[in-house]
């Protein structure tokens, strides 16, 4: 996945609209109208805030189905996304919750959004749902049989779930991208607003052998600039949300703070290569007049 061709910047922030309850889901609140004001308004809010796309999800839904979501999810979700697609200029992606990924590919490629995110791609997760196993299979021909360049963004360990055996995060990386296909890898801790370890992050950096690694929870303006120094770029949504709390609507201060947090991270990671650069080059010159001399 060429990060830079799809969201013009090798270090995306992607923010998250998180839907109010859609159709037929438990606590369905009658308006889907209200559902699209609540999901311009965040959009709107991220754009403004300077974020470099943002992913939609029926987070709201809870409690999830373990399989396919019902049509109306997929019918609301396909109108929701077709009206931030029309309303902001960057590109948007799709997670239906719990772990539908058809329904996914389908609404991203019907109304052309650019990525999914996928829970469970590849493996067998214990989660509050049951048992999830992925189907990478059926997903990666879906998407040819619709002619679709839709981008699969895939958990790696997924929060919120516990892998079935021994967890070993450099072979589930590498199974997720060389056996699963995905055209990035997310990694996340263990729940909502829990990031993911810097020591897990390095691990799963080296594994992904330059497939993108995006950072999928717990990234605030606090810890970014430490951990976007091991990562390509950020999911981020409830350090965005009023006062950190995740009921709560997007605040567009919070957004333009975690922005340039990042920005200024990034600007003194790129500054550090620099000087690594400077010093190795500068190394070799040394190296080749000391050999030169020795002759």
Request: hydrophobic residues 45%; charged residues 20%.
């Amino acid at each position: 996945m060429d990060l830079r061709q799809t969201f013009h910047t090798p270090n995306p922030i992607i923010g998250v609209v998180h839907l109010l309850p859609l159709p037929t889901s438990v606590r369905w609140g009658g308006s889907l109208k209200a559902v699209i004001d609540r999901a311009e308004q965040e959009a709107t809010a991220l754009a403004s805030g300077g974020v470099n796309g943002i992913i939609v999800e029926n987070f709201f839904d809870a409690p999830f189905t373990k399989n396919s979501v019902d049509p109306a999810t997929v019918s609301a979700m396909s109108l929701v996304v077709h009206r931030l697609m029309h309303l902001v200029n960057l590109p948007i992606g799709i997670n239906v919750l719990r772990n539908d990924a058809l329904s996914a590919m389908a609404i991203a490629s019907c109304v052309q959004a650019h990525f999914i995110r996928v829970n469970v791609l590849t493996g067998v997760m214990a989660t509050d749902q049951g048992i999830i196993e992925g189907q990478a299979h059926e997903l990666l021909r879906y998407r040819r049989e619709l002619g679709s360049d839709v981008k699969i963004l895939a958990d790696v360990l997924v929060k919120h779930a516990r892998p079935l055996g021994s967890p070993n995060l450099t072979t589930a990386v590498q199974e997720t991208i060389d056996r699963g296909l995905a055209d990035g890898v997310i990694l996340s801790g263990w729940s909502t607003g829990s990031p993911p370890t810097l020591e897990d992050l390095e691990l799963a950096s080296a594994a992904a052998n330059g497939t993108p690694v995006f950072i999928g929870s717990g990234a605030s303006w606090e810890n970014i600039p430490q951990l976007i120094q091991a990562a390509d770029g950020v999911i981020v949504s409830s350090s965005l949300k009023r006062r950190g709390q995740i009921e709560q609507p997007i605040d567009p201060i919070r957004v333009s703070q975690f922005v340039e947090a990042m920005q200024r991270s990034l600007a003194l990671k790129a500054q550090e290569k620099r000087r690594r650069l400077s010093r190795f080059c500068l190394k070799a010159a040394l190296d080749r007049q000391n050999l030169s001399q020795n002759e």
